[in-house]
């Protein structure tokens, strides 16, 4: 509670609950609860906590791969669908030659994965996650955030070889590819959606069974067989994660002169996204090595905050990386369902709740219980 | 695709099609339900903590319907927007791209998705207590994460399904979002399926009926009203069959309500004025 008095009136002490000096003054209740020994944030975190997350694969039945993640209030649906690209070229009469140009590729080039756009990432916001996105054409944080995820998929951390993609006849010749729409649903919004979503993109792409794919020579189109045991997992490199962070600046009124000028919180939520203005994200690879460091906005001194972004986002790796759903393949049952699309699906429902009679409560493959 | 969404990031140029399998498996693998045996439901709220009120539906296994809701609200109207008496409920619903069998689903909103949305707008608005809330707007944002069955064949009862699973989510809500309503909506469907018209309740899609009709109801029961009816197929009405149809498809609705009731007990004890 804070209390102010004006000096006209007679003394008459302004009183207010801790949610109006939040929107009165964010940057100072943020400040005021930094300043305390120990720093805590208003979420109750300290500041260099992430927020513990939440995994589940495999709960959607028409995905070939999917993921559910929660972190704090911040939660994202990770569909993976994969469609075929036959490659086909001219027209009229020299329509249905197969071309195919590799010039001066090589393992572990993949060219093919970027000109033929086999990979195909995009994150919707428009549904209700939060206040300030509703359906219709995406926001421009939204598309920056979708080039963010292309780019760290495509680039940064290159999770998916153009080799797993292809399509060979029995000669080997490459007729077709691939091509995997990764679509990623924000169901709630509580700050730092990049990370969740690419925790989510990583654990869907792991997940991913495609049926076994033949080109069939007579047909001169590609078919799959449709038995579950035949499917297979992706062949993926080896995954890296994100860690995103703010800085938060004390600009001297708080906690007098030895107050600690600058504050590095990790896994910042929508309050402390939209009070601090300086952003920074830092991509940790294989083994532990930094991939890709992002800063924006702000005047720290990166000297001091790069440092201890690093070592923090080193040690988000090793929590993202034990985690069991990283570690293996998804294991599980593969169930043959009565369509010809048949996706592995984990039903994971032990309790019900019957329409009719109050019972034991239902669970649910999507939500926390 | 036709247009590539120049807003999106968009897959190759060339045409890609779903997996094409070599024979389809047709074979029901989960033994049918009785005729008057409803799907076990999931309801939950208040999973979208930033929304004022949000649900979370799931149909029990063999089912895979996931839809969720979330509710802004009541909240101004921009002042473009007039003086209105009432509150304006507006409903958006939407299906994710991973959400159906088949092809792929674009991010553009299409025909299916408005009709939907009107659809969900007109079985809401009458149970919403909107001469409390003038100048207000109230929103209701449905995302289908699941559907059973394909959606784009008109024939099936897939587009049913996601319309009723987003009725009784929607309502829950809005239940949970704390607004006045007068009561609560659950939606049911009932169908005539085979030669004889034998009446099934609750039908999904997966289990193989033949559909010669089915009626969705939007229903209040606390109040015994309809907000919504859609009907589709051949229904005789001097024979009685539309009248049988849409009472066997209010009796699901009925049952459907306990569910929602359970699920919205909580908050609605915490707002307050129930005497239970």
Same mark, same amino acid.
């Given at each position: 509670m804070t209390t102010t008095s004006t000096t006209? #009136? #007679?003394t008459m002490g302004l009183s207010f609950p801790a949610t109006t000096f939040q929107k009165l003054s964010p940057s100072s209740y943020l400040q005021r609860h930094l300043q305390c020994t120990p720093s805590t944030r208003p979420s109750g975190r300290s500041p260099s906590t992430f927020r513990l997350a939440t995994l589940h694969t495999n709960a959607l039945s028409h995905a070939h791969g999917s993921a559910v993640v929660r972190a704090g209030d911040t939660a994202v649906v990770c569909g993976v669908r994969g469609e075929v690209l036959a490659l086909t070229s001219g027209e009229g009469r020299t329509r249905g030659r197969i071309v195919v140009e590799r010039v001066g590729v090589e393992d572990g080039e993949d060219v093919e994965v970027e000109t033929h756009a086999l990979v195909v990432p995009n994150l919707e916001l428009g549904t209700g996650c939060s206040r300030d996105y509703h359906p219709g054409p995406p926001t421009d944080f939204a598309q920056t955030t979708a080039e963010r995820l292309r780019t760290l998929l495509l680039d940064t951390i290159p999770l998916v070889p153009a080799t797993t993609l292809r399509i060979a006849d029995a000669d080997g010749a490459v007729k077709a590819y691939w091509v995997l729409y990764i679509d990623v649903v924000v169901i709630s919004l509580d700050g730092n959606v990049l990370d969740t979503a690419w925790a989510a993109i990583v654990a869907a792409l792991k997940s991913v069974r495609l049926p076994a794919a033949i080109w069939d020579q007579d047909a001169e189109a590609v078919v799959c067989d449709p038995a579950p045991e035949n499917f297979r997992s992706l062949e993926l490199r080896e995954a890296g994660y994100t860690a995103s962070f703010v800085v938060c600046y004390n600009d001297g009124e708080e906690g007098g002169e030895n107050a600690e000028k600058e504050c590095v919180l990790s896994d910042p939520d929508e309050f402390e996204e939209q009070v601090c203005g300086e952003k920074i994200t830092v991509a940790v690879g294989a083994g532990g090595k930094i991939v890709g460091i992002e800063k924006s906005g702000g005047l720290s001194d990166v000297a001091k905050t790069l440092p201890t972004c690093i070592s923090r986002a080193r040690e988000r790796y090793q929590q993202w990386s034990s985690n069991p759903i990283f570690v293996t393949a998804t294991a599980g049952n593969t169930r043959p369902r009565n369509s010809g699309f048949t996706p592995r699906f984990q039903p994971l429902m032990s309790r019900y709740r019957l329409a009719h009679a109050a019972s034991v409560p239902a669970a649910s493959t999507l939500c926390p219980s | 695709m036709a247009m590539a969404d120049r807003r999106r990031i968009n897959g190759p140029t060339g045409a890609t099609v779903p997996p094409v399998f070599l024979?389809? $498996?047709? @074979?029901? $693998?989960a033994p049918r339900r009785a005729p008057d045996e409803l799907r076990k439901i999931f309801l939950k709220t *208040?999973? $979208?903590?930033? @929304?004022t009120g949000s649900a979370f539906l799931e149909l029990s296994a063999p089912s895979t319907l996931k839809l969720t809701a979330s509710v802004y609200g009541p909240r101004p109207l921009p002042p473009s927007a007039g003086f209105s008496p009432h509150a304006r409920l507006s409903a958006e619903l939407k299906f994710a791209p991973f959400s159906t069998a088949g092809n792929r689903r674009g991010y553009v909103r299409d025909a299916l998705e408005r009709d939907l949305s009107t659809q969900l707008q007109v079985a809401l608005a009458r149970s919403v207590k909107t001469a409390t809330y003038p100048k207000s707007g109230i929103d209701v944002f449905v995302t289908v994460l699941d559907c059973e069955g *394909?959606?784009?064949?008109?024939? $099936?009862l897939g587009i049913m399904q996601a319309l009723a699973g987003a009725i009784t989510c929607a309502s829950a809500a809005i239940a949970d979002a704390g607004i006045e309503c007068v009561d609560l909506v659950s939606a049911g469907i009932a169908a005539a399926v085979g030669e004889q018209g034998s009446l099934v309740m609750d039908p999904s899609p997966l289990d193989g009926y033949d559909v010669k009709a089915a009626a969705l109801v939007g229903y209040m029961a606390g109040r015994d009203e309809i907000t919504l009816l859609w009907t589709k197929g051949e229904l005789n009405i001097e024979g009685g069959d539309f009248e049988s149809v849409v009472d066997k498809a209010v009796e699901v609705a009925t049952q459907i309500r306990t569910v929602l009731n359970e699920a919205v007990k909580e908050r609605v004890l915490a707002v307050g004025g129930v005497n239970s």
């Open positions: 006209t #009136a #007679a | 024979e389809q $498996t047709l @074979a029901l $693998t *208040s999973l $979208t903590p930033p @929304a *394909s959606i784009d064949d008109y024939n $099936t």
